[in-house]
Protein backbone atom coordinates (compact mmCIF):
# COMPACT_ATOMS: atom_id res chain seq x y z
CA UNK A 1 0.00 0.00 0.00
CA UNK A 2 1.66 3.16 -1.35
CA UNK A 3 -0.61 6.37 0.26
CA UNK A 4 0.80 8.51 -2.70
CA UNK A 5 -0.46 5.93 -5.36
CA UNK A 6 -3.92 5.98 -4.04
CA UNK A 7 -6.97 7.85 -4.47
CA UNK A 8 -9.03 9.71 -1.98
CA UNK A 9 -12.47 8.00 -1.55
CA UNK A 10 -15.44 10.55 -0.89
CA UNK A 11 -18.71 10.39 0.34
CA UNK A 12 -20.89 13.40 0.72
CA UNK A 13 -17.35 15.40 0.26
CA UNK A 14 -15.95 13.78 2.92
CA UNK A 15 -12.99 11.81 3.17
CA UNK A 16 -13.90 8.68 3.86
CA UNK A 17 -10.68 6.33 3.02
CA UNK A 18 -8.30 5.64 0.02
CA UNK A 19 -8.30 3.24 -2.97
CA UNK A 20 -5.74 1.60 -4.44
CA UNK A 21 -5.13 2.07 -8.46
CA UNK A 22 -5.83 -1.61 -8.91
CA UNK A 23 -9.36 -1.44 -7.14
CA UNK A 24 -10.21 2.47 -8.67
CA UNK A 25 -9.64 0.44 -12.58
CA UNK A 26 -12.19 -1.86 -11.89
CA UNK A 27 -14.44 0.97 -10.18
CA UNK A 28 -14.28 2.52 -13.64
CA UNK A 29 -16.99 0.12 -15.36
CA UNK A 30 -19.13 1.10 -12.74
CA UNK A 31 -20.01 5.36 -13.53
CA UNK A 32 -22.66 5.85 -10.93
Do not use: I, S, T
Amino acid sequence: FRAGKCRAFLVDGQQVGLVRPDVMKELMNYPQ
